[in-house]
């Protein structure tokens, strides 16, 4: 069975930094995509970042590209998500994905989700 776990959200100011970390389990983990979604109140969940299974590819969405910086540690079974520069727009809860590519991530294709972690940006 698949299990991702998050952390690392929490509260933080605008303009501050948080790194978000997944660990997966019950799959090989360099064989798929890896990707970060997220979802603010009253808001459809959307696309953030992912990541190939050999971290050369990677796409981000155009509202976080430049400030938020996807990563991969095969060896871990982790996959990061460096958020710099936060607004209080990215208010919202995170989720870590994985699925068969970044393109299909990109498209909302996923094959599982993470529980979530909050993230919350004060103005």
């Known amino acids: 069975q698949v299990q991702l776990v998050e952390s690392g959200g929490g509260l933080v100011q605008a303009g501050g930094s948080l790194r978000l970390s997944c660990v997966a389990s019950?799959?090989?983990?360099?064989?798929?995509?890896m990707g970060w979604f997220r979802q603010a109140p009253g808001k459809e969940r959307e696309f953030v970042a992912a990541i190939s299974g050999n971290g050369i590819i990677t796409n981000y969405a155009l509202s976080v590209k430049g400030r938020f910086t996807i990563s991969r540690d095969n060896a871990k079974n982790t996959v990061y998500l460096q958020m710099n520069s936060l607004k209080p727009e990215d208010t919202a809860v995170y989720y870590c994905t994985t699925g068969a590519s970044v393109t299909t991530m990109t498209n909302l294709r996923v094959d599982y989700w993470g529980q979530g972690t909050q993230v919350t940006v004060s103005a």
């Open positions: 019950g799959r090989t983990f360099s064989s798929y995509g």
